[in-house]
């Protein structure tokens, strides 16, 4: 399985940014990438949860990130997006995606997100 990550960058406060994550992998399987989301991991601080889509399609959003936050997918292209509005100084940090797929969970290469003016 690999988890390809594009996005991220250098914003202001205030600002918006989108993630996107496909996944593929290499064997014909029955499984799906239903479970797929955004961890993130700030200097010093445990990778947690930012949003993520749960089996049966639905959405799990950390508190810090409610209302600002909207996680997407394009089940077609195994893809999910992530759309960041109203950035936070606190909002920087390496962002996951994750996937669980034939009950592993595999990672992605962070990609940076820095809010900062």
């Known amino acids: 399985v690999q988890l390809q990550a594009s996005g991220g960058g250098l914003v202001q406060p205030g600002g918006s940014l989108s993630l996107s994550c496909t996944a593929s992998?290499?064997?014909?399987?029955?499984?799906?990438?239903?479970?797929m989301g955004w961890y993130r991991q700030a200097p010093g601080k445990q990778r947690e949860l930012v949003a993520t889509?749960?089996?049966?399609?639905?959405?799990t959003y950390a508190d810090s990130v409610k209302g600002r936050f909207t996680i997407s997918r394009d089940n077609a292209k195994n893809t999910v997006f992530l759309q960041m509005n109203s950035l936070k100084p606190e909002d920087t940090a390496l962002y996951y995606c994750?996937?669980?797929?034939?009950?592993?969970?595999?990672w992605g290469r962070g990609t940076q997100v820095t809010v900062s003016s």
């Open positions: 889509f749960t089996s049966g399609a639905r959405t």
């Open positions: 992998s290499s064997l014909y399987t029955p499984y799906t990438f239903d479970v």
């Open positions: 994750r996937t669980v797929y034939g009950g592993y969970i595999y």
